[in-house]
């Protein structure tokens, strides 16, 4: 057995999710206390509780396979309130925080942009807000991958 299989052969023992693992460790965008957030008790215990009362589904496109439960803000990890939390796709989530790196922008602004991109909440809050607004007009402009 190769060094390969040893790991996928651990990870199904220890029930870890591959998807996770390599958001958790690819993505340089998550500050480190975040990261070790991730892989605490309590962060664990906090999405127990989200989706008892929040359907496990994507936020954006309904999908309810591979759901990241994302954090709008990392001000209050440790102590997040449930309305900081939104359910995204895997799809979603990284189109999120790549929007999120190419304008080097705040989790909560990425978060905000993305989202009126998406048609989900409206553009009042960028209009106040002129270098979001921009952000948002030019990541429409964004070619799209299925064409």
Known sequence: MGNSERIVEHMEKHNIDIDELIELFS??????????????HHWRLKKVEYFESRPRACYVCGVTEKIHLHHRTYANIWNEDLDDL???????????HSLQNR??????????????????????????????AKVAKEYLKRPNDDD
Do not use: Q
């Open 86 to 96: 939104i359910t995204l796709c895997n799809v979603h989530h990284s189109e999120l």
């Open 27 to 40: 993505t340089p965008w998550i500050p480190a206390e975040h990261k070790r957030y991730l892989k605490s």
């Open 103 to 132: 304008f080097n922008l705040m989790v909560e602004d990425a978060t905000d942009v993305y989202l009126a991109c998406a048609g989900k909440v409206g553009f009042g809050e960028l209009k106040k807000n002129r270098a979001l």
